[in-house]
């Protein structure tokens, strides 16, 4: 079973911005196709970005042109970078497949943009 760790959150200002990372435990990470996800409280989870195991992205319209998602398969890690945040985009991210059998969902990492 693969376990992902996300890192990188914290508190910023609006129009700040952070890098979140997500690390997988196996190497069966690098063939499948990846997502992140957002849940805010008594909401249901939200996916705002996915790469293809080969590069190729997509984003939820709210995150398009802000967000960016990337990969580095050498190094099991995904990652979202987050610019021009937004007090709406505060929550707490998660990182898992696209499709398929998910893997073991990690504890997540909290974005809370304030000022």
């Known amino acids: 079973q693969v376990q992902l760790v996300e890192s990188g959150g914290g508190l910023v200002q609006p129009g700040g911005s952070l890098r979140l990372s997500c690390a997988a435990s196996r190497s069966s990470f690098s063939s499948v196709a990846m997502g992140w996800y957002r849940q805010a409280p008594g909401k249901q989870r939200e996916l705002v970005a996915d790469?293809?195991?080969?590069?190729?992205?997509n984003y939820v319209d709210s995150v398009k042109g802000r967000f960016t998602i990337s990969r580095d398969n050498a190094k099991l890690t995904l990652y979202l970078q987050m610019n021009s945040l937004k007090p709406e985009d505060t929550t707490v991210y998660y990182c898992?497949?696209?499709?398929?059998?998910?893997?073991?969902w990690g504890r997540g990492t909290q974005v809370t943009v304030s000022s």
């Open positions: 898992n497949r696209l499709c398929g059998q998910l893997f073991q």
């Open positions: 790469i293809t195991s080969g590069g190729s992205t």
